[in-house]
Nanobody, 114 residues
């Protein structure tokens, strides 16, 4: 299963970026899509998740700043990131969960300068 993440880049603090993830439409048993991130020297952490029913949940550190959404065309998921901070700098990974298995994209780098 190949997930393609894009949209990362460089932005100044306070700016915005939107990440996109394209997932195959034939993922059997897909239950949720999510974004994780991994900052330099840190472990991978959940940023936001959306279920097939549209239920969302967010890490506390992005509450009110980031919005996860999906579309009904395919298994695509987006992450709108506003009011970015330098500590949001990380590689962001898209993840599809199906039948208790996580499938990962290649990651997209977000760099926020102060």
């Amino acid at each position: 299963v190949q997930l393609q993440a894009s949209g990362g880049g460089w932005v100044q603090a306070g700016g915005s970026l939107t990440l996109s993830c394209v997932a195959p439409r034939n993922i059997f048993g897909l239950t949720s899509m999510a974004w994780y991130r991994e900052a330099p020297g840190e472990g991978r952490e959940l940023v936001a998740r959306i279920t097939g029913d549209g239920v969302t949940n967010y890490a506390e550190f992005v509450q009110g700043r980031f919005t996860i959404s999906g579309d009904n065309i395919g298994n695509n998921v987006y992450l709108l990131m506003k009011n970015l901070r330098p500590d949001d700098t990380a590689v962001y990974y898209c993840c599809a969960r199906a039948l208790e298995v996580n499938y990962w994209g290649q990651g997209t780098l977000v760099t926020v300068s102060s």
